[in-house]
C-alpha cells in the first residue's frame, strides 16, 4: 500500500499521480457518479458518493487482477490497512468482482481530499469508514489491471477531456 499526497511526487508512481492530477485538476464535477472503461478492462475509473459507514458495517478486502488507485474528491474518511498474514478469509476469490473478503483486525489511517492510497494485489483494505461522525464522501477510483501499469496517463488525460466537451 502506497500512501502520497497528489502534488509531491513520489517515484515510482509518476504516471498514476499525473493521470489523477489531471483528471482532478480538471472538471471532476462533471461526471455522475458511475463506472467509466478508459481501456477496455485494463483501466477503469469509478466516481462514488456515499456515506462513511462504521468499521462493523465495512468490509476488508483485497484484489488480485487490478491496483486500486484512489483519491478523495471532497470529504473525509478512515481506511483500514492490514496484513494479509493477520487476517481470516471470509469469502474466497471471485473473478467477477476481483475481490476476497476477510475479517479481522488492523490499522486506520484518515484519507482527506489531495491524498492517494495505492492498493496494490494482496493489500488488504478497509475503506469508506467513519473519520468520526458518519460524512458524505466523493471518490474517484482507479482500476488499474497489474499488466498494464506503465500506461501513458494521455490516456486518462484523453478521456476527462471527452467529458468535459
Known sequence: MILADLNVPK???????TAVKYYVNSDTGILKTGR?????DKLIAIVNSYQTKSPQEAIWESHRKYVDVQYIISGKEKMGFSPISS???????????????????????????????????????????????????????????????????????????????
Open 87 to 165: 487476517m481470516k478469509m471470509k469469502r474466497p476469490y471471485k473473478d467477477e468482482d476481483d475481490c476476497i473478503f476477510y475479517e479481522g483486525n488492523g490499522k486506520h489511517f484518515t484519507m482527506q481530499e489531495g491524498k492517494l492510497v495505492i492498493c496494490t494485489p494482496g493489500d488488504v483494505h478497509k475503506p469508506g469508514l467513519n473519520p468520526v461522525d458518519p460524512a458524505i464522501v466523493k471518490k474517484l477510483i482507479f482500476k488499474v489491471h497489474v499488466h498494464f501499469l506503465d500506461f501513458s496517463p494521455e490516456l486518462i488525460i484523453d478521456f476527462a477531456r471527452t467529458y468535459q466537451n
Open 11 to 17: 517515484r515510482g508512481i509518476e504516471n498514476l499521480q
Open 36 to 40: 467509466y472503461n478508459i481501456c477496455d
